[in-house]
């Protein structure tokens, strides 16, 4: 009798352990992060996912813009990018929109009336022919409605060229330099796109929040350098992110070392803490600019991060 009472009590519990495991098996895990299908149905346009970020990219391969003889690709800084984050409520946006003069206008007005934010326009380079200009943008609601606003501006920018600016293909710009050497001087290493060496630098040091959201290095939160042409004659444009009081040492150590600092300027509103980023050109001998921005480098903090965009 016992015997059997034990027998039934082993198979009501065994009943029971299957029947609680049955609903999590059944579940589907989800990925963290952002909806990256919805994203990707809705702009038409395939990004990268990285760490619950996901971020689309249109080369603006149409311009043909050259500075100082060196002709400006994406890879040096010509290219326009948006990132959703996932946040409590939905998904932020921030994004960096490519635009010409012509462009300027009717973009700024879509953004508006999609209901997002402007938080900057400014440009990159001096002595550029085309001028071109940059517009971050910001934004928050579902990934759904994201989307389809980021879909809108980015139409706007298609439809003010006449064409779509990735459409076309950009040949290699010339390279010859000691990418070995580059990475000596400045301590980490770079990664080559048709012929552009380019190096990406995060601020692990700061803890950088808009509107209390985390902001990655995979969201513009960077420093960087790209580099083209020849050990003696080098062109190297980038871009510096800066604490308050790092923003008077690296304009002295750029300047001292023969750098051309272009622009200053914001590219968020409600960061804490406040960051200003810096757009710089220089042309010369590489291993030397690329001391100066070693130099301007060591002004800022002092545990920064390599990573590839």
């Known amino acids: 009798m016992r015997t059997k009472i034990s027998h039934h009590l082993r198979t009501i519990c065994y009943s029971l352990t299957f029947i609680a495991v049955l609903p999590v098996m059944g579940q589907k895990k989800k990925s963290p992060g ?12 395939k ?10 990219t249109i080369p603006q391969n149409d311009l043909n813009v050259e500075v100082d003889g060196f002709k400006i690709i994406p890879p040096m800084g010509l290219g326009t990018w948006i990132v959703f984050t996932p946040v409590k409520n939905g998904t932020m946006i921030m994004g960096d929109i490519v635009l010409t003069e012509n462009d300027l206008k009717p973009v700024q007005q879509e953004v508006i009336r999609q209901g997002l934010t402007i938080t900057a326009i400014h440009n990159h380079f001096v002595r550029n022919h085309p001028n071109i200009l940059y517009m971050h943008i910001g934004g928050t609601g579902s990934t759904d409605e994201m989307a389809r ?8 920018v298609a439809e003010s060229r ?18 070995k050497k580059l990475d000596d001087i400045l301590g980490y290493k770079g990664e080559m796109s048709k012929g552009v060496y380019k ?22 939160f960077n420093t960087w350098a790209a580099f083209q042409g020849s050990p003696d004659h080098a062109a190297v444009a980038g871009d510096f992110t800066m604490l308050e009081d790092e923003v008077a040492p690296v304009i002295k150590a750029l300047i001292e070392n023969g750098v051309e600092v272009v ?19 220089g042309v010369g001998n590489a ?3 690329a ?12 545990k920064h991060e390599a990573m590839r965009m």
């Open 263 to 281: 622009a200053v300027h914001n590219h968020m509103v409600h960061e804490q803490p406040k960051i200003f980023f810096l757009h710089y050109w």
């Open 34 to 45: 952002v909806d990256t299908l919805a994203i990707e149905k809705t702009t038409g346009i």
């Open 47 to 56: 990004g990268k996912y990285n760490n619950g970020e996901y971020k689309i």
């Open 199 to 220: 190096y990406t630098i995060g601020r692990p040091d700061v803890s950088l929040k808009e509107h209390g959201t985390t902001i990655t290095t995979y969201a513009g």
């Open 287 to 289: 291993e030397q600019l």
């Open 149 to 156: 606003k980021a879909k809108a501006v980015l139409d706007k």
């Open 162 to 179: 006449g064409h779509n600016p990735a459409s076309s293909s950009v040949a290699d710009v010339a390279y010859s330099l000691d990418s």
């Open 291 to 302: 001391r100066g921005l070693k130099a301007a480098l060591d002004q800022t903090g002092k």
